[in-house]
């Protein structure tokens, strides 16, 4: 059985960072593609970064480009979320996805998904 375990949220002031991390089972992790989304109150669901199993092919949302960057240890089964410069718009729930098919996890279609962490900034 998938899972995924979001972690590393908190509370933090405009201005500083945060590392989420997204550890897993159930899956042959290097093989599969990773992304991170959030949704913020009464707001859609948004596409915040993925990341190929082999690392090579990474996407970003236009929000967070040169703020946040996604890594993956395949070794742990882990990914990560470094956000930096975070302003009281990224206040959200952080959910990470995986799916076979990096495509699939960008365009928000992925098979599995963790329960969130919640991120609040305060300006």
């Known amino acids: 059985q998938v899972r995924l375990v979001e972690s590393g949220g908190g509370l933090v002031q405009a201005g500083e960072s945060l590392k989420l991390s997204c550890a897993t089972t159930g899956l042959a992790f290097s093989a599969y593609g990773m992304g991170w989304f959030r949704r913020a109150p009464g707001e859609n669901r948004e596409f915040v970064a993925a990341m190929s199993g082999d690392g090579e092919r990474i996407f970003y949302g236009d929000s967070v480009k040169g703020r946040f960057t996604i890594s993956r240890d395949n070794a742990k089964r882990t990914a990560y979320l470094q956000m930096d410069s975070l302003q009281s718009e990224d206040t959200a729930v952080y959910y990470c996805?995986?799916?076979?098919?990096?495509?699939?996890?960008?365009?928000?279609?992925?098979?599995?998904w963790g329960q969130g962490t919640q991120v609040t900034v305060s300006s």
């Open positions: 996805a995986t799916d076979s098919l990096t495509t699939r996890v960008r365009d928000g279609y992925a098979n599995h």
